[in-house]
């Protein structure tokens, strides 16, 4: 089993839909959580930096953490085309030897 | 404010040889992170840099290396190459060291033939 577990999809989904991806992990020691957006060709870009469990908000865009049942979980309101890229969940546990842990990625597209 | 930039785009080389791909850190960041990204894979950590010294180092052999300049850029070096080296290489810059936000470069798409 890996350490964090996201399903590659594709999610394929209509314009304005609201997006659900997840991922799951089993290293109770992970404390920060994020969300990255990557395009084809393009390195990942940072969507959502989130510490312990509870919801953040910014814009459309709203993360949620349950330490309890270790899952995370990115929702996109009112979806766009331009939405159409692969979401990564990465992870970092506190203090230690600094070894972040990334997802393989959900590939989400969003039709017009 | 000037983003993370990597060098070169593209690389192809062959087995056994070595190369050495680079990064500029954002402007105001000191610390540099190294990762691998398989085709349909997520990154995978390699190591990170934080005043020019490695603060952390993932799952690779030693023949992966790098080093973080004054200026905190870096490089990655990859000696004695395998065919499963290829891959896109990504870095990424962040403050302080250890946790927080990191901000990635496009990566270098290196091909081992």
């Known amino acids: 089993q890996k350490e964090v577990e996201q399903d590659p999809g594709p999610l394929s989904v209509p314009e304005g839909a609201i997006v659900s991806l997840n991922c799951t992990y089993s290293n109770s020691a992970f404390q920060y959580f994020m969300w990255y957006r990557q395009y084809s060709r393009k390195g990942p870009e940072l969507l959502m930096y989130?510490?312990?469990?509870g919801n953040k908000e910014d814009g459309r865009f709203t993360a949620q953490v349950d330490k309890s049942s270790k899952y995370i979980s990115l929702f996109i309101r009112d979806s766009q085309p331009s939405d159409s890229a692969t979401y990564l969940c990465?992870?970092?546990?506190?203090?230690?030897?600094?070894?972040?842990?990334f997802g393989r990625g959900t590939s989400l597209i969003v039709h017009p | 404010e000037t983003g993370v930039t990597q060098s070169p785009t593209h690389l192809i080389k062959t087995r056994g040889q070595q190369v050495t791909l680079r990064c500029s850190s954002q402007?105001?960041?000191?610390?540099v992170s190294w990762y691998q990204q398989a085709l349909g894979q997520g990154p995978q950590f390699i190591f990170q840099?934080?005043?020019?010294?490695?603060?952390g180092r993932g799952n690779f052999p030693p023949r992966f290396s790098g080093l973080q300049f004054p200026n905190y850029s870096s490089e990655l070096n990859v000696n004695a190459l395998e065919l499963d080296d290829s891959a896109l290489y990504l870095c990424a810059s962040s403050i302080g060291g250890g946790n927080g936000p990191q901000h990635f470069g496009d990566g270098t798409r290196l091909s081992i033939l």
């Open positions: 402007s105001g960041h000191n610390t």
């Open positions: 989130t510490y312990s469990s």
């Open positions: 990465a992870m970092e546990t506190s203090g230690g030897s600094y070894i972040p842990t």
């Open positions: 840099y934080y005043r020019e010294e490695e603060n």
